[in-house]
């Protein structure tokens, strides 16, 4: 926007209306002689004899309305400083510049210039020069003078907007100058506080804050003030209607100015004690029933795994007596009998390889995990040879050495190896000799750990279900549903994770990520 200043320089009008109020008539002519000579600037002048009759030219509209008043201190119905009262009508400027001619009193000076007046000459000594100086730069003060008034208004009544707003807030508001200092709280701090108004500073808020919490909320604020950073912190405030604490939720926020340097901070104090309060209450009930669920899935596991324990013996009994039966009854049971035995076998050794495979998985899930740094080439080699079917030509198998070193638990990272690569080489189509191609990245300390094969694929609708326990997606290939189980739940004991990518009939890769190893 354009300030009154510059509209003012800019526009000076080429021709100055001067309004002369004096009842001398000479003494008027000799004041337009003076201003006619003592300058290039053009002026057209309105005179009036009386003070009433001046003021009257200015009510008339603000066409008429001069660009300086040349005012005689003595007029027959009033003096200067009534005129001058009059014109400003209770403002702090008069509405155009005025300069006062005086006679003997001289002295009246610093009083006309309170009164509003821009300047004053003795008229005796007044000369054409000294008229036209004065005339000119009273223009440009009062220009001046009325755009600082009129930012100050601005700027009060921004004041006053910013005042009532905060006053209307249900929360406590404040603001503080740029080094911290509280000039500035809300009707609401004095309710809340009972302290008497106006009581300001950096340690206003010390006296009701609790005293566990005046040494964090001191270095939180002040560290905020100089970083200029947000401030956002909760504490606790003592509540004068009840004698107790509540909890706030303290925040602030910089004002800058156009260089970016903090000119004010505003922040607001806001009551969050029921909030928290129900917070409390529900993370202790949470706390409570987590605690219980626990408990009761770990006396689930324990049952499941000792019933697991103990079936293993009966199954021990129904494996060697039909063994037993096979050996020592062969002739008498004939051919139908044989093959009633070796149906009684592969259903036992089936139970007992999902038993088996359930005790691992509770064992995982409740085993000391004890975490340290792994050569994971040398564990990779140790189960590659292992296995009879991790061998060429049964598997072309690959690896992308170095591998890096990992934070992980031998136990658990062998589970989890054995059960990606045994997938790897056993979910092919018949007749394919799987190719499986084993790397790993590292990024930001994690090591990604990636199993690639060319089998049957994983329909990606179903790569969330495949890590729950006893889910298989096809019966056409043996096995109990629980490896992907067991690797989901070693990984993260291991503060790892393991994730899929695959489609159907386009392979999968199984990437297990994990820590990468540590002196910690
Ligand atoms: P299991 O191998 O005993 O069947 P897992 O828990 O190891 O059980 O795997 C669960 C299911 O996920 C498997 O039955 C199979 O359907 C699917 N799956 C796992 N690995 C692969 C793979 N590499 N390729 C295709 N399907 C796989």
Known sequence: MESELTRTLRLKPSTLKVLIIDDSPDDRAEMRRMLLTGSKTRYRFVEAELGADGLRLFRDGQDARPDVVLLDYHLPDMNAEDVLAQLRNGAELPPCPVVVLTGSEADAGAELLRAGAQDYLGKTWTTAESLTRAVENS????????????????LR??????????????????????????????ERWYEFTGFSRHEFGESSWEPILHPDEVQRCVDTYFGCIRSGAPYRIEYRFKDRASGGYRWFLGQALPVRDER???????????????????????????????????????????????????????????????????EECRDEVGTRGREYIRRIVTGADRMDRLIQDILTYSRVARADIALE???????????????????????????????????????????????????????VPPGVVPHV??????????????????????????????????????????????????????AERMGGTILVESELGKGSTFHLELNGESWD
């Open 260 to 326: 970016g340097e903090i000119t004010r901070w505003f922040g607001t104090c806001t009551d969050i004690d029921d909030q928290k309060r129900a917070e409390e209450k529900l993370e202790a009930i949470v706390t409570e029933r987590t605690a219980k669920l626990q408990e009761t899935i770990a006396e689930l596991e324990s049952y499941s795994y000792s019933i697991s324990h103990d079936m293993r013996s009966p199954l021990r009994a129904i494996q060697s007596f039909a063994q037993i039966l096979e």
């Open 139 to 154: 223009i440009e003060r009062f220009a001046l003078l009325s755009e600082r008034t009129r930012t100050a208004e601005q």
């Open 373 to 427: 740094n792994v050569d994971l080439a040398a564990l990779l080699n140790g189960i590659l040879e292992g296995y009879p079917q991790f061998q060429s030509p049964k598997a072309e198998i690959t690896v992308a050495f170095p591998l890096p070193r990992v934070r992980g638990n031998v136990a658990a990272l062998t589970q989890c190896l054995s059960n990606l690569v045994g997938n790897a080489v056993k979910f």
């Open 157 to 186: 009544a921004s004041e006053a907007r910013f005042r009532q707003i905060a006053n209307t807030m249900p929360q406590i508001a404040w603001a503080a100058r740029p080094d911290g200092y509280i000039d500035y709280y809300n």
């Open 437 to 490: 191609k084993i790397s790993a990245v590292t990024r930001d300390k994690r090591v990604r750990v990636s199993i690639q094969d060319n089998g049957i694929g994983i329909n990606p609708e179903m790569h969330g279900k495949i890590f729950g326990i006893f889910n298989r997606l096809s019966r056409d290939y043996e096995g109990t549903g629980i490896g992907l189980a067991v690797v989901r739940r070693a």
